[in-house]
């Protein structure tokens, strides 16, 4: 698939990598070839074939970790959901427990066709090694809550000192205060000093509940938005997680101040949380990118569920099946993500000089038969399992459907053997 001005065009055709960049996109398999042997590396995808290679997707919301919650804790609303399930579970995980629901997480990501993540989470440290060690891209976010901030800025500037740029600039390292009703004004404000100092990205959770509007309007007289703007988080490169419910005022701050919103459609139907205006936010002019959010609160990471799913809500949300098109939505999990963090023209394209973070679809299945149009088969029929190569920076992560740098075995047994002693722990 390759980015044109208006449209994104699908592609048939085969790419040359070198390194970890794009050296060539063609549809001459002929020409690819004549470059692979003349140079070195190739990722032939013949035309004609029944395979398709295209920009990895980008998760911009995740919390990767809580596999190890995943069905868990159902059918709840946010707020019981956290104090009374999800914060009790949390607060008896380690660090390797933290790690080995992150492979868990990562693997499900990777075989499904998903190349980079943004997460924010407890011990984000375990979770950048885990994606360090599995392939994938990653921008990692140490979050904290009011009643968990000491030692936050020295922890989290150390991590960034460690891990913002590793492996090759695949790693990348920013602030995650949970969200405006379990953070302080103060605590916010100090957290932006390593944004500053640094040069580093933000991700909060904003405006996700009817209560949390409620909760902010009564304690600061302001929408979380405005809260938010006024803290001075929008003058840094900021993802605005969730904002379901938001005034026109609000779509306007966060279309000016190059805000980028993360839509978050399963999480938020399951938590009953409402429906964010994504179609409204993205006619204000607005960036939106696509999240899963964690594996309890959705349950899968699945994107291209997401993608289809995000598409059908707005539709039934505006009375207008013309809203959020295939296009439009593949945009948000590709070039609009990568913009959102600040590596636009770099992945989420297939074109020469980018990043290579490439998958490769079979196209030749039921459900993706008859073509009338390819972008529309892959938003609104797509599957995990139609992914067979996986490649991040120029190196293939995913082979013939299996893991190239994991067992997914042994990443399941692990997962099963820690959830077995958290079990006991708990009695
Ligand atoms: C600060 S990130 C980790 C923290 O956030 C919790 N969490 C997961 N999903 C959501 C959500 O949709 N809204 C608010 N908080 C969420 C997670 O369990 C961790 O405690
Ligand atoms: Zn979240």
Not at 168 to 195: F, M, N
Not at 297 to 308: F, H, K, V, Y
């Amino acid at each position: 698939m390759t980015e044109q001005p208006g449209r994104p065009k699908y592609y048939r055709g085969a790419v040359a990598i070198s390194g970890d960049r794009i050296a060539l996109v063609s549809d001459s398999p002929q020409r690819i070839e004549r470059y692979e042997r003349e140079r070195g590396e190739g990722l032939q995808v013949a035309d004609g074939a029944g395979r398709l290679v295209m920009p990895g997707l980008i998760n911009l919301h995740n919390h990767v970790s809580m596999t190890l919650m995943r069905g868990y804790a159902d059918d709840l609303p946010l707020m019981p959901w956290l104090t009374e399930k999800i914060w009790p579970f949390e607060a008896k995980l380690d660090g390797d427990d933290i790690y080995s629901g992150a492979e868990l997480g990562i693997a499900e990501m990777l075989l499904g066709g998903t190349t980079a993540f943004v997460d924010m989470y407890w011990y984000a440290d375990r979770v950048a090694e885990a994606a360090i060690r599995s392939g994938i891209r990653a921008v990692v976010s140490p979050a904290f809550v009011g009643t968990a901030f000491d030692g936050y800025v020295e922890r989290t500037q150390r991590m960034i000192e460690r891990y913002n740029g590793a492996a090759g600039d695949r790693i990348r390292v920013w602030v995650a205060p949970h969200a405006p009703y379990t953070c302080t004004p103060e605590q916010i404000r100090e957290s932006l000093k390593l944004c500053e100092r640094n040069g580093v990205g933000v991700n909060i959770h904003v405006a996700e509940t009817l209560s949390e509007v409620e909760t902010i309007r009564e304690r600061y007289g302001k929408t979380p938005v405005e809260h938010l703007r006024d803290l001075g988080v929008f003058d840094y490169r900021a993802l605005a997680v969730h904002c379901v419910h938001l005034t026109e005022t609000d779509m306007e701050i966060l279309s000016r101040q190059g805000v980028s919103v993360v839509y978050n459609p399963q999480s938020n139907m399951k938590l009953a949380s409402g429906i964010a205006p994504v179609a409204r936010l993205l006619e204000r002019g607005a960036n939106v990118g696509i999240g899963t959010d964690g594996p309890s609160s959705n349950n899968d990471l699945d994107m291209w569920d997401e993608m289809r799913t995000g598409s059908f809500l707005q539709k039934v949300a505006t009375g207008d099946p013309c809203v959020l098109p295939a296009y439009e939505v593949l945009r948000m999990a590709t070039t609009r993500a990568a913009d959102a963090i600040g590596m636009k023209g770099e992945i989420g394209v297939l074109a020469e000089g980018a990043r290579a973070d490439l998958i490769v679809l079979n196209l030749d299945k039921p459900h993706l038969t008859p073509c009338h149009d390819l972008v529309a088969n892959l938003v609104y029929c797509a599957k995990p399992s139609d992914v067979e190569t996986v490649m991040v920076d120029g190196r293939i992560v995913v082979r013939q459907g299996a893991l190239a740098n994991g067992d997914f075995g042994a990443i399941r047994r692990e997962v099963e053997r820690r959830l077995g002693v958290l079990q006991r722990r708990g009695e």
